[in-house]
Nanobody
Framework: VQLQASGGGFVQPGGSLRLSCAAS????????MTWYRQAPGKERDLVAS???????NYADSVKGRFTISRDNAKNTVWLQMNSLKPEDTAVYYC????????WGQGTQVTVSS
């Protein structure tokens, strides 16, 4: 099983980034997909999730700014991040969960002026 996260980078406050997570080795459509993030010295927190049925859930801190989506034909989940703030700076991880859970390697997002 491999979850390949990409799309992170450096962006100024107010900017946008789109993270991607490409999955292989699993029947992607059956898995709930979640983006987490971990800032230095802090715990890993849920950012957004999308179930195998397409039901989405967001942390309060990102509601209205971030959008999670998936394409089961492409085995990919995205996180569109708009109106980025310095407090969004973290390593972002994708997670696939059904009976087992799998993690990607993380992608760094830095929001700074």
């Amino acid at each position: 099983v491999q979850l390949q996260a990409s799309g992170g980078g450096f962006v100024q406050p107010g900017g946008s980034l789109r993270l991607s997570c490409a999955a292989s080795g699993i029947t992607f459509s059956l898995y709930d997909m979640t983006w987490y993030r971990q800032a230095p010295g802090k715990e890993r927190d849920l950012v957004a999730s999308i179930s195998s049925y397409g039901i989405t859930n967001y942390a309060d801190s990102v509601k209205g700014r971030f959008t999670i989506s998936r394409d089961n034909a492409k085995n990919t989940v995205w996180l569109q991040m708009n109106s980025l703030k310095p407090e969004d700076t973290a390593v972002y991880y994708c997670n696939a969960r059904r009976r087992s859970a799998y993690w990607g390697q993380g992608t760094q997002v830095t929001v700074s002026s």
